[in-house]
């Protein structure tokens, strides 16, 4: 069946980038994203890409996609001790009835 | 909006016990979902439903019911409460392309 997989974790020190990768097998997936989950707290779409996209920049927020790949990428710039958190790769295929596919999570440390 | 809101955000139950979550979603969403999270598992989708009246099994369904009368709510019974369901229960909702609106979560523990 279709997956989605991320490294667990990733530890940076602040004012540094941050680079978030996942990979995911289903080919026709259409749209991907990135959620954030902040501890204790349920989960938060940061931000997301169509999958006829390369690339897309949200303030600190740069995602890359690779289809041919199937890799994508969040980097965050000038990551700061309030980015820590669990970040989310998902992935998205209108003909799986509407069901999101999820990555196990990346537990961002940001080290001051 | 209130969003997505969970009801209880705690819980502990003992073996045997039967409760019911409550999700309630403000948005006018289709579809609606039941998540659990784990340590080291992610999220794995429990039920969930493409309208009012409709529901559907997902990955871990072994142990749930679910129910839609209403499009808003989204219920998530456990009829004997099993040490293995300790988890925190997320809902979410969604319309359109499938951007998922997640409540709080319910941290659910079973002795």
């Known amino acids: 069946g279709e997956d989605v997989e991320q490294s667990l974790f990733l530890s940076v020190r602040e004012g540094d980038s941050s680079v978030i990768n996942c990979t995911y097998t289903?080919?026709?997936?259409?749209?991907l994203y990135w959620y954030k989950q902040e501890p204790g707290a349920g989960l938060q779409l940061l931000t997301y890409?169509?999958?006829n996209m390369d690339m897309k920049q949200d303030q600190r927020l740069t995602v890359l996609l690779n289809k041919k790949d199937k890799h994508l990428s969040l980097r965050i710039a000038d990551t700061q001790t309030g980015d820590s958190a669990i970040y989310f790769c998902?992935?998205?295929?209108?003909?799986?009835?509407?069901?999101?596919?999820w990555g196990l999570g990346t537990s961002l440390a940001v080290n001051p | 909006n209130a969003g997505v809101t969970q009801t209880p955000k705690f819980r502990v139950l003992k073996t045997g016990q039967s409760m019911t979550l409550l999700c309630a979603q403000d948005?006018?969403?289709?579809?609606m979902y039941w998540y659990r999270q784990d340590p080291g598992m992610g999220l794995r989708l429990i039920h969930y439903?493409?309208?009012?009246?409709?529901?559907a099994k997902g990955e871990v369904p072994d142990g749930y019911n679910v129910s839609r009368l209403k499009k808003q709510n989204f219920l998530l019974g456990l009829e004997s409460a099993a040490p293995s369901q300790t988890s925190v229960y997320f809902c979410?909702?969604?319309?359109?392309?499938?951007?998922?609106?997640f409540g709080p979560g319910t941290r659910l523990t079973v002795l």
């Open positions: 439903s493409v309208g009012e009246g409709t529901t």
């Open positions: 979410a909702s969604s319309y359109g392309h499938n951007e998922q609106f």
């Open positions: 289903d080919s026709s997936s259409t749209y």
């Open positions: 948005m006018n969403h289709e579809y």
């Open positions: 890409i169509f999958s």
């Open positions: 998902a992935a998205y295929n209108a003909g799986n009835n509407r069901k999101l596919i």
